[in-house]
């Protein structure tokens, strides 16, 4: 059973530029989350899809968006990089009604420059 | 302002010793609590959580966590640590609000010497 894979593992973008980051959630799972994570802080929550419609946002500014597809994998798009966003992206799914556990996966490292 | 706090951020210990870590977060109402672990080079695992019921709970490799609601604190134990106990550890927090929103503490190095 495949857990929760993300692609790609690096990423380096120059500042302004756009990047799409890639989820694939666990078998069965029907919901993704993503989270950004900079150097020595925890997850920080970006959104969350679920039904392929983004369900609750944080406190992140439009240039991120993202989309969810009807075999449930998600992507994050971050649009006129900064070099604030260099961190740790990281894609955790669970299922809807449920226990609320999320499954990480092991995120993609992006670099901008 | 609503957050989760991990009072340590670095711990040294000794195989052997006992651990405690402590989380506190500031949500009113129920909320859902969960201790992750991220070992060196591995991703975000679950080491245990609490929803309800009894407020002390077991979870993987020997650890378990209380949950006081009259402290807000949510606090992770193991008796014993060994070497391979050396891994960041993360609380967090679901305030429940019908959404499946986690919010993460700082994280906790912990570096257990042999």
């Known amino acids: 059973d495949a857990g929760v894979t993300q692609s790609p593992t690096h990423l380096i973008k120059t500042r302004g530029q756009q990047v799409t980051l890639r989820c694939s959630p666990k078998?069965?799972?029907?919901?993704v989350s993503w989270y950004q994570q900079a150097l020595g802080q925890g997850p920080q929550f970006i959104f969350q899809?679920?039904?392929?419609?983004?369900?609750q946002r944080g406190n992140f500014p439009d240039r991120f968006s993202g989309h969810q597809f009807p075999n449930y994998s998600s992507e994050l798009n971050v649009n006129a990089l900064l070099l604030g966003d260099s961190a740790l992206y990281l894609c955790?799914?669970?299922?809807?009604?449920?226990?609320?556990?999320?499954?990480f996966g092991p995120g993609t490292r992006l670099t901008v420059t | 302002a609503q957050s989760v706090s991990q009072h340590n951020h670095h711990v040294i210990l000794s195989e052997a010793a006992s651990l405690e870590l402590g989380c506190n977060y500031s949500?009113?109402?129920?909320?859902?609590l969960f201790w992750y672990v991220q070992y060196p080079g591995q991703h975000l695992q679950l080491l245990l959580k609490?929803?309800?019921?009894?407020?002390l709970v077991k979870g993987i490799k020997g650890f378990e966590a209380e949950f006081i609601k009259s402290k807000f604190s949510f606090n992770l134990r193991k008796p014993s640590v060994q070497w391979s106990d050396t891994a960041e550890y993360f609380c967090?927090?679901?305030?429940?609000?019908?959404?499946?929103?986690?919010?993460f503490g700082t994280g906790t190095r912990l570096l257990v010497s042999p």
């Open positions: 899809y679920y039904e392929e419609e983004e369900r």
């Open positions: 955790a799914s669970s299922v809807r009604t449920g226990t609320y556990e999320q499954y």
């Open positions: 967090a927090v679901n305030p429940n609000t019908g959404f499946q929103k986690l919010v």
């Open positions: 609490y929803f309800s019921g009894d407020p």
């Open positions: 078998s069965g799972h029907d919901t």
């Open positions: 949500y009113g109402g129920t909320v859902n």
